[in-house]
């Protein structure tokens, strides 16, 4: 005869982080709620344990609502419950409740792990100065950032555009005696994208260091020479990038030629588009745009409508950029009717021209002095 083992609440706990495990939530609140029929009480490890279930499929809502549940059964949440709920939030990009449920977390003297307050700052984007606070300014916390902390918070300075603070906080980390690793270094070189010297400092002194520069680092570093039109250094870390035992990828590509783009380098970005196609890396819409406006500085139509055609061959969309360079490159060249064409084909695939489109349409008539097809389309 068998004999019939009744479940208690250690069981239906073991089930639940089985399920959480497993991304079975919807399973998780089931059994949960079946407890009360088998006449268990749930515990503080179950109502974290579904938490944690509900928090492993961004299901946030659901976790506030766990939380709110605890409360109703008198149950007191630990670091744990309070650390899954939180994730669950960051990972919702709810970072406002995931701050709120810190701030219960503080008025019921527990102090949140790292965990939790890295789930924090990692959600917040570019809300910079709301992440420093998250991470530093928990007055009374017994935890102490370290360097995964700073990593954040540098990233956060990074998204927001604030290269000032990020180097700020790399300097602290060398107060605070932390060693700073790759990842810090490229979200600061990340954070100086405008600043290009300093970038260029930054991998310098990764260096100094003795850290090795990864493709991350390279990328934000020639993407950092982009913008400051500075394309001959760009270059430079493009071409260093083999010698330091790391692939190039288009990333890298993308950047160095929109960094010739900006110069009219016309004939260096050509060469780099072709080299991607040497490298069997495959080109996406960026890699193509900025060839294409490169070639529409170059006066190179021919070049441009070629490129043009090649996306349509590898069914990428072109954006009005593309067009626009390419009907620029037309105007150059007094090929009016083609860039009148060209306009009208751009606006098939439910692309909107912009003023920039027209100007270079209404350029190339005025070129060509067909006075009247330009007051057409002004």
Same mark, same amino acid.
């Given at each position: 005869?068998?004999?019939?083992?009744?479940?208690?609440?250690?069981?239906?706990?073991?089930? %639940?982080?089985?399920?959480?495990?497993?991304?079975?939530?919807?399973?998780?609140?089931?059994?949960?709620?079946e407890m009360q029929g088998l006449s268990l009480q749930p515990d503080v490890v179950t109502f974290t344990s579904a938490i944690n279930a509900c928090s492993q499929s961004e299901q946030w809502d659901h976790a506030l609502w766990l939380l709110d549940g605890m409360r109703g059964a008198r149950l007191q949440p630990n670091v744990i419950t309070f650390a899954s709920a939180?994730?669950?939030?960051?990972?919702?990009?709810?970072?406002?409740?995931?701050?709120?449920?810190?701030?219960?977390?503080?008025?019921?003297?527990?102090?949140?792990?790292?965990?939790?307050?890295?789930?924090?700052?990692?959600?917040?984007?570019?809300?910079?100065?709301?992440?420093?606070?998250?991470?530093?300014? %928990?007055?009374?916390?017994?935890?102490?950032?370290?360097?995964?902390?700073?990593?954040?918070?540098?990233?956060?300075?990074?998204?927001?555009?604030?290269?000032?603070?990020?180097?700020?906080?790399?300097?602290?980390?060398?107060?605070?005696?932390?060693?700073?690793?790759?990842?810090?270094?490229?979200?600061?070189?990340?954070?100086?994208?405008?600043?290009?010297?300093?970038?260029?400092?930054?991998?310098?002194?990764?260096?100094?260091?003795?850290?090795?520069?990864?493709?991350i680092t390279f990328n934000s570093a020639i993407s950092s020479c982009e913008k400051g039109e500075q394309w001959e250094k760009a270059l430079q870390l493009l071409a260093s990038i083999p010698g330091s035992k790391l692939q190039i990828n288009v990333i890298s590509l993308c950047s160095a030629i929109s960094a010739c783009e900006r110069a009219e380098q016309w004939a260096?970005?050509?060469?780099?588009?072709?080299?991607?196609?040497?490298?069997?890396?495959?080109?996406?819409?960026?890699?193509?745009?900025?060839? %294409?406006?490169?070639?529409?500085?170059?006066?190179?139509?021919?070049?441009?409508?070629?490129?043009?055609?090649?996306?349509?061959?590898?069914?990428?969309?072109?954006?009005?950029?593309?067009?626009?360079?390419? %009907?620029?490159?037309?105007?150059?060249? @007094?090929?009016?009717?083609?860039?009148? @064409?060209?306009?009208?084909?751009?606006?098939?695939?439910?692309?909107?021209?912009?003023?920039?489109?027209?100007?270079?349409?209404?350029?190339?008539?005025?070129?060509?002095?067909?006075?009247?097809?330009?007051?057409?389309?002004?």
């Open positions: 005869r068998k004999s019939v083992v009744q479940p208690d609440t250690i069981t239906a706990n073991a089930a %639940i982080t089985a399920l959480a495990k497993g991304g079975e939530w919807k399973k998780a609140l089931q059994l949960l709620a939180i994730y669950a939030c960051a990972s919702g990009e709810t970072w406002e409740k995931a701050l709120q449920l810190l701030a219960v977390m503080h008025e019921s003297a527990l102090h949140p792990d790292a965990f939790a307050m890295h789930a924090v700052g990692g959600s917040m984007g570019d809300q910079w100065e709301k992440a420093l606070h998250v991470l530093f300014g %928990i007055q009374g916390s017994a935890w102490q950032p370290n360097v995964v902390t700073f990593n954040i918070a540098i990233s956060a300075c990074a998204k927001g555009e604030q290269w000032g603070p990020a180097l700020q906080l790399l300097g602290g980390m060398f107060s605070a005696s932390l060693q700073p690793d790759v990842i810090t270094l490229n979200a600061a070189i990340s954070a100086c994208e405008e600043q290009w010297e300093e970038a260029l400092q930054l991998l310098v002194r990764m260096r100094g260091l003795s850290l090795q520069a990864d493709i260096r970005a050509w060469q780099l588009f072709t080299g991607m196609l040497d490298m069997k890396l495959q080109p996406n819409v960026i890699a193509f745009s900025s060839t %294409i406006s490169a070639c529409g500085k170059g006066a190179k139509w021919e070049s441009a409508l070629h490129l043009l055609s090649c996306m349509q061959v590898l069914s990428l969309q072109a954006n009005v950029v593309a067009f626009s360079s390419a %009907i620029s490159a037309l105007g150059q060249s @007094e090929q009016w009717e083609k860039a009148l @064409e060209l306009l009208t084909t751009m606006q098939a695939p439910s692309l909107q021209p912009n003023v920039i489109t027209f100007n270079a349409s209404i350029g190339s008539c005025v070129n060509a002095e067909q006075w009247k097809s330009a007051l057409v389309l002004w």
